[in-house]
Each structure stands twice: as structure tokens, then as C-alpha cells.
């Protein structure tokens, strides 16, 4: 709490400190709290600090990493503490492109997908910036969506109609 009313002492003091007047101006005609008005300012400043230098490239990754590291350390370890009996196949009606895919072929798609990408980034990487208009976002966006927890996800969309389409011919 002191750091807090420090900060507000520091803010409020018009007297001694001249570059408070863009507070006291926007506070006045907006009527929001000037530590409201500091934290927006500071928020507003990271965001464009970090989507306008390397640091986006950073947190595209750490994104891309995150929740599918620690779904795919989960599906592995609960397939390690299952016992090895075998279960019996669950009868489905859908087949080819419509069945459902494993979890564990839709995270090694989505792996195999993260690699492409970052292997392709590596060689064409400021290309890819200049052609693609928000490329970082694009790619967050984009590996959301592959890694979303859902049935019908961009990993199983890959491995439907990309890997079984057209590649799974070169290697069976």
C-alpha cells in the first residue's frame, strides 16, 4: 500500500511536478481516476513495445509452447498410468474424414505443425513479417486455434486434410 500511495502523492502533486498537467487535463475531461489513467498509459506503452520489436516473436513462441506442453506432458502421463490391459474398441459409426481423431495424433500434428512453422520463420522469417500484415498475431491466432481444446481444432483440420490427404501417401 505505500508503494500505491506514493504513486498517488506523486500524482497529485501539481506544484513540483510539471509533467502531471496531461493527468490533470484528460482526468478532467474524462472524469477517470489518474492511476487508472497511469496504469492505462503504461499498459498501452508495453503493448506497443512489445508488438513492435522482438519481443512478439518471443511471445508468439512462449504462447505457442504453453498450453500445448503441458496438454501433451498430461496425455502422456495419464496413458502411462493406465493399465495395459486392452479396452474394447468403442463402436463408432463414422469413418474416413469424418472419424474423430486421438489426442495423441491431433498433438503430434500439432507439433509437427509448430516445427514447420518455425523451421520456415527461420528461413523466410522477415519475408513472412513484410508479406503478412501482423504476422506474430497472426501465428498466435493461428496456434490457438490448432491447439484449442475441441474436437474439431486446426490440429485435426491439418491431419484430416493435409497429412491423411496428401502426404500420408509417401510415407506407408
Not at 76 to 100: F, I
Not at 114 to 132: K, M, P, R, S
Request: proline share 6%; net charge neutral.
Amino acid at each position: 500500500m505505500n508503494v500505491y500511495n506514493a504513486i498517488d502523492s506523486a500524482l497529485r502533486d501539481r506544484i513540483t511536478r510539471p509533467w502531471i498537467a496531461p493527468f490533470v487535463w484528460i482526468e478532467g475531461r474524462t472524469g477517470i481516476d489518474h492511476m487508472k489513467l497511469l496504469v492505462g498509459s503504461m499498459l498501452v506503452a508495453l503493448a506497443f513495445f512489445i508488438a513492435s520489436g522482438r519481443m512478439i516473436m518471443l511471445l508468439s513462441n512462449l504462447l505457442g509452447f504453453a498450453y500445448p506442453m503441458y496438454a501433451t506432458i498430461d496425455l502422456t502421463v495419464k496413458e502411462d498410468v493406465q493399465p495395459d490391459t486392452p479396452s474394447q474398441p468403442e463402436p463408432t459409426e463414422r469413418t474416413g474424414s469424418d472419424a474423430p481423431v486421438k489426442p495423441a495424433t491431433r498433438w503430434l500434428t500439432y507439433w509437427i505443425t509448430f516445427a514447420a512453422v518455425l523451421i520456415v520463420q527461420q528461413l523466410c522469417g522477415d519475408l513472412l513479417q513484410i508479406i503478412i500484415p501482423f504476422y506474430f498475431l497472426a501465428k498466435i491466432v493461428f496456434f490457438a486455434w490448432c491447439a484449442s481444446p475441441m474436437e474439431a481444432n486446426g490440429a485435426a483440420f491439418l491431419y484430416k486434410f493435409v497429412v491423411c490427404a496428401h502426404l500420408k501417401q509417401f510415407f506407408v
